[in-house]
T-cell receptor, first 114, second 115 residues
């Protein structure tokens, strides 16, 4: 089945710096890749997603890039702010599941220091 | 903004006891899920439910687990005989039926502690 690896496990940046989190997936047929943000003790919330027919997607300070050949996708956060501090999970949706399930990465704890 | 609600927020139970976790998905959503997250680890898929039946389940979702949609609003996860390793945060999630959206809306979670 699908397996998603995520790096780094922790990331500390200064406010205003950029942060990049990378994920690789194993099933080349996976077709949907969301990123979820989880603040301490809270529910995961979708921040951005990308489908396999798109190489890049941007939403204000957040962007996601997808390299299907290499089977990896990345989250880019620019001009980081302290409120960006959270755990970020990437995920992949295996094929033929109709988005029925997501396989999550192990998470990246992002700490943005003022 | 509509949201997924879960009860209880925290349940402590003895090993071997039955537990039922309850969820009210967003009202016009058609797909329902349970995920779990052991403390400090990643979110893991348990089961998906559509049209009143399980559409997919993981290896974790063994015979001790069951799901039910007893009425038009609730979606429950039952663990028949809890084990220590069932201790985790259980998230219910739902999404609508639009083919081009995959966003899952998660509830706040139910923390299960098995002693």
């Amino acid at each position: 089945g699908e397996n998603v690896e995520q790096h780094p496990s922790t990331l500390s940046v200064q406010e205003g710096d950029s942060a990049v989190i990378k994920c690789t997936y194993s099933d080349s047929a996976s077709n949907y890749f969301p990123w979820y943000k989880q603040e301490l003790g809270k529910r995961p919330q979708l921040i951005i997603d990308i489908r396999s027919n798109v190489g890049e997607k941007k939403d204000q300070r957040i962007a996601v890039t997808l390299n299907k050949t290499a089977k990896h996708f990345s989250l880019h956060i620019t001009e980081t702010q302290p409120e960006d501090s959270a755990v970020y999970f990437c995920a992949a949706s295996p094929p033929n599941t109709g988005f029925q399930k997501l396989v999550f990465g192990t998470g990246t704890r992002l700490l943005v220091s003022p | 903004e509509p949201e997924v609600t879960q009860t209880p927020s925290h349940q402590v139970t003895q090993m071997g006891q039955e537990v039922i976790l309850r969820c009210v998905p967003i009202s016009n959503h058609l797909y329902f899920y349970w995920y779990r997250q052991i403390l400090g680890q990643k979110v893991e898929f348990l089961v998906s439910f559509y049209n009143n039946e399980i559409s997919e389940k993981s290896e974790i979702f063994d015979d001790q687990f069951s799901v039910e949609r007893p009425d038009g609003s609730n979606f429950t996860l039952k663990i028949r005989s809890t084990k220590l390793e069932d201790s985790a945060m259980y998230f219910c999630a739902s999404r609508d039926g639009m083919w081009n959206t995959g966003e899952l809306f998660f509830g706040e979670g139910s923390r299960l502690t098995v002693l």
